[in-house]
Structure formats: C-alpha cells, structure tokens
C-alpha cells in the first residue's frame, strides 16, 4: 500500500521479503529472511521524501507505471 501512495519502490520489496519469510520461518530460516525484511523497510523510510507531491492519484500512478 506505501508503494502506490510514495515513489519508493523499496516497500514493494520489503512486501515480498516479508512473504517469502514468513512461509520459511517453518524450517528456521525464515526469520534471518524477516531481520532483512527490517533492515530494508527502514531504509525504504528513511528514502521516502521530506514532502510528498500532491495532485490526483490517477495522475500519479500513470507516472510510477
């Protein structure tokens, strides 16, 4: 949902990684998977910019796409 709302790509990986862990936490490795998950998710914060652009959202998502 952040990555339709800010131009950061990285929450849409953060997502996957997230996935992707949580279905491997069943043979343990899945949770070194969930640590990088957070790393990543807060470098994605720390990328978002200090103001959003405003305008119409169907505007925007023309211009992600």
């Known amino acids: 949902?952040?990555?339709r709302k800010t131009p950061v790509s990285l929450?849409?990986?953060?997502?996957?990684?997230?996935l992707i862990g949580a279905?491997?936490?069943i043979i343990l490795i899945g949770f070194i998977i969930?640590?990088?998950g957070r790393i990543i998710e807060v470098i994605?914060?720390?990328?978002?910019p200090d103001e959003l652009?405003?305008?119409d959202?169907?505007?925007k998502?023309?211009?992600m796409s």
Do not use: N, W
Not at 44 to 48: D, G, H, I, N, Q
């Open 1 to 3: 949902m952040l990555k």
């Open 11 to 18: 929450f849409r990986t953060t997502g996957t990684v997230y």
């Open 23 to 25: 279905i491997t936490t």
């Open 34 to 36: 969930l640590f990088v």
């Open 44 to 48: 994605a914060y720390f990328s978002l």
């Open 53 to 55: 652009p405003t305008g």
């Open 57 to 59: 959202i169907k505007e």
């Open 61 to 63: 998502s023309k211009m």
